[in-house]
């Protein structure tokens, strides 16, 4: 069984979309996903799966919240070794709370680095890759005037962001679920 990652995006902010992570790892099992552990009310569920259901995973998951609970969110999913190298390739070093990996849906498009440089005005700094985008807010998340919706278009695909230390708790909670 593989160890993998689904990242729920826009659950729990500001009263909206609101899912419990004991209702979120309920659906997970009922996929036949096994070991589902939550972290934060954010919306990352670490789980071991075949590689046939980790494939499926990002799909069901959104299915099943939707079923349950009315709303159908955006989740990307990511394996251990996928988690691991998206960790180990963040260019920016500093405060994790300032610094955020985006899991694209899919691959950037071409061009993106150069449309997300011409949206990124402000002291933030973008490094695009394949299938994630690091975000660096030297002066915190909440101070930037940052368009995330621009950033998306520029990607050519959604994604959602985290920080570099819950990507860093998601991985160690991936570790623990195959070292059992």
């Known amino acids: 069984m593989t ?6 995006r826009g659950i729990n902010v500001g009263g909206k979309n609101t899912l419990p992570m004991a209702s979120l790892r309920c659906i997970c099992e009922d996929l036949g ?15 071991t799966g075949s590689a046939t259901a980790i494939a499926a995973a990002s799909r069901k998951i959104a299915a099943g919240i939707e079923q349950s609970h009315g709303f159908r969110p955006s989740v990307v ?14 260019p920016f070093e500093g405060d994790p709370a300032r610094v955020l990996v985006m899991f694209l849906e899919g691959e950037a498009v071409r061009g993106a680095a ?15 890759a394949r ?3 690091y ?7 909440g101070a930037s005037k940052l368009s995330m919706a621009k950033v998306e278009a520029a990607l050519g695909t959604p994604g959602t962001c985290r920080n570099v230390r819950t990507v860093a708790k998601a991985v ?9």
């Open 172 to 180: 160690e909670m991936m570790e623990a679920i195959s070292a059992s």
């Open 114 to 128: 150069k449309a997300v440089a011409a949206v990124c005005t402000g002291p933030e700094r973008i490094v695009v």
């Open 33 to 47: 996903l096994r070991n589902a552990a939550t972290y934060i009310q954010s919306g990352n569920v670490v789980f």
């Open 135 to 141: 975000l660096h807010f030297p002066e915190g998340v």
């Open 3 to 8: 160890p993998a990652v689904a990242l729920i």
């Open 131 to 133: 299938g994630e985008a």
């Open 77 to 90: 999913v990511r394996t251990l070794e996928e988690t691991r190298a998206a960790l180990a390739a963040c």
